[in-house]
């Protein structure tokens, strides 16, 4: 199954992703409230610090994410999202994966995320947890409540 999807840096010009992202945030804010919301939008993950992935299949949009550097040795799994038709089809594995990948190659010894708590949220902590993240104490800004959790996995 990992074969199927393309998985390719991506600028975050083109039409797709951005329908994708914005879908992404309107889900975030439809299942958390405003100030629990940690998303970010198109122009934060553009800079220089988040390194932002698409994966395809053929010529559809299946999933992205993105990796965000927090200091030398540690990163962030940030955007996650698999395209509704492709929930369930491995493509957030896919992306996952990657970033894992990306991450073990860029010498960091530790990711973390940020997630909701919310039941719409279950999906996405099963497959972190399939991959060895664990709920930890809040990072960053980050404060862990009835509606958010953070995550990490020592690489």
Request: aromatic share 10%; proline share 5%; charged share 25%.
């Amino acid at each position: 199954m990992g074969d199927r999807f393309t998985i390719i840096r991506d600028d975050l010009t083109g039409a797709a992703i951005t329908e994708l992202l914005a879908l992404h945030l309107a889900e975030m804010h439809r299942w958390s409230p405003a100030c629990k919301v940690h998303a970010m939008p198109a122009e934060r993950l553009r800079e220089a610090d988040v390194t932002f992935y698409s994966a395809w299949d053929g010529g559809a949009l299946a999933a992205c994410g993105a990796l965000k550097e927090l200091r030398p040795g540690r990163g962030e799994l940030k955007s996650m999202r698999a395209a509704p038709k492709f929930r369930g089809q491995g493509a957030g594995r896919a992306i996952l994966v990657h970033l894992m990948t990306e991450a073990r190659n860029r010498g960091y010894t530790w990711l973390g995320l940020e997630t909701g708590n919310a039941e719409p949220f279950l999906p996405a902590r099963k497959l972190y947890e399939s991959f060895g993240f664990r709920e930890c104490p809040a990072f960053g800004e980050y404060v862990s409540d009835d509606f958010s959790i953070c995550m990490e996995k020592h690489l």
